[in-house]
């Protein structure tokens, strides 16, 4: 009779003992799974920026000229003044034209006597030709005769070349627009006396406005290659295309200038905007980098496990340009506890545990039975 109470008391205290194991291995499980960290697995579209970029950029004409005098004369009159829109060959401003016309008149005197001179040379030499046939004139003579006839054409020439000359300095008394634009400076007044070299008057050409930009060596090549270029201006986007960008950088400013058409309606010079445009690829923010095997990437998913892409030019801390595909599916959380290989979830199908609790043994799962 004193044998069974002390058996009872051991069946008491194993079956205590199991119930606390079952407990405690409950409570751990949860445990277990907390310490492991969420995986999240995004498309790389849904966390990461297109590349490219923006910079500050101008619509410039493509001609911007000022027009000086050629000559010294005075200013006779303005015929179009700022704001004016002019024709190609339109007269713009005329200068005092005396002198020249003077000068033009004594070039003509100048011309038509060595005209005369060379044609009374010429008389000569054919009569002392046919006198050297007869034997009347000697070789001398002839010679002396050629002699003067070639030196009264070349007079000639020099007094033709002369009066051109004074005739193209009278055509520039007058100054013509050089193409279609709008006049947007005057500074030429009428009596005013001008020189060669004096500015008169600010032309620029509205036919085919452009964007100059300048860009860093890095955004430059990237420009090059990109597509979606716009000119946001306040209340309108204009598309662009590229027309050539530097090759040499400017030591100056340490930047290559770029220019770009406008592909349908233009804006007018003189407007300052931000110039926006996107390349290949996307900007890899440096949360999602890891480093692994001596390099900079991040985790992506093949086959429902963990795989490290590394990324050409990743440095930590900052974000990298990559050419890839937007539907790249990318680890954005829990990756720096990844190896390649290890499983993880995608974004349609949740992430798994990593470290699922152990079923519990039968032994554990049921309560031991008295005797």
């Known amino acids: 009779m004193s044998r069974l109470p002390a058996a009872a008391l051991s069946l008491f205290c194993a079956t205590f003992l199991v119930a606390c194991t079952d407990e405690g291995a409950a409570d751990s499980s949860p445990a277990a799974a907390g310490n492991s960290p969420r995986i999240v697995v995004e498309a790389l579209s849904a966390v990461a920026a297109r590349a490219g970029g ?40 005329e200068l ?23 044609a009374q040379a010429d008389a000569r030499l054919k009569r002392a030709r046919e006198l050297h046939q007869k034997n009347y004139v000697s070789d001398d003579e002839l010679s002396v005769a050629v002699t003067q006839a070639e030196a009264a054409s070349a007079e000639l020439r020099i007094r033709q070349a002369a009066r051109a000359v004074s005739a193209r300095q009278l055509d520039k008394a007058t ?26 008057m600010r032309l620029i050409d509205l036919a085919t406005p452009q964007v100059e930009v300048r ?59 931000s110039l926006s445009w996107k390349s290949a690829g996307y900007e890899v923010s440096p949360s999602l980098l890891v480093q692994r095997e001596g390099g900079h990437g991040l985790f992506t998913v093949r086959d429902g ?9 990743a440095a930590s801390g900052r974000a990298v340009m990559a050419d890839l595909d937007g539907d790249l599916p990318v680890v954005t959380h829990g990756q720096q506890s990844l190896q390649n290989g290890d499983p993880v979830g995608t ?18 799962s049921k309560p031991a039975e008295a005797p």
């Open 54 to 93: 923006t910079a500050a950029a101008d619509v410039v004409p493509l001609n911007d000229s000022t027009l000086s005098a050629e000559l010294a004369a005075r200013v006779l009159a303005v015929r179009k003044d700022v704001g004016s829109s002019v024709k190609r060959g339109e007269v713009l401003l």
């Open 96 to 118: 005092d034209t005396t002198d020249y016309r003077l000068a033009l008149g004594q070039a003509d005197a100048q011309v038509a006597a060595a005209r005369a001179a060379s």
């Open 175 to 200: 100054i013509n627009a050089p193409y279609d634009g709008v006049v947007v400076d005057r500074m030429a007044q009428v009596g005013n006396a001008v020189v060669p070299g004096t500015p008169l």
């Open 215 to 273: 860009l860093q060596p890095a955004q430059a090549s990237a420009l090059a290659n990109a597509d979606d270029i716009y000119l946001e201006l306040p209340g309108k986007r204009y598309p662009l295309r590229v027309l050539q960008v530097a090759e040499a950088t400017d030591p100056g400013s340490r930047t290559r200038i770029a220019r770009l058409a406008f592909v349908g309606d233009s804006a007018q010079p003189g407007l300052s905007g």
């Open 305 to 313: 496990k963990a795989a490290w892409l590394a990324i050409e030019g």
């Open 347 to 364: 974004p349609d199908k949740p992430p798994r545990d990593r470290n699922p609790a152990k079923p519990k043994s039968e032994s554990q």
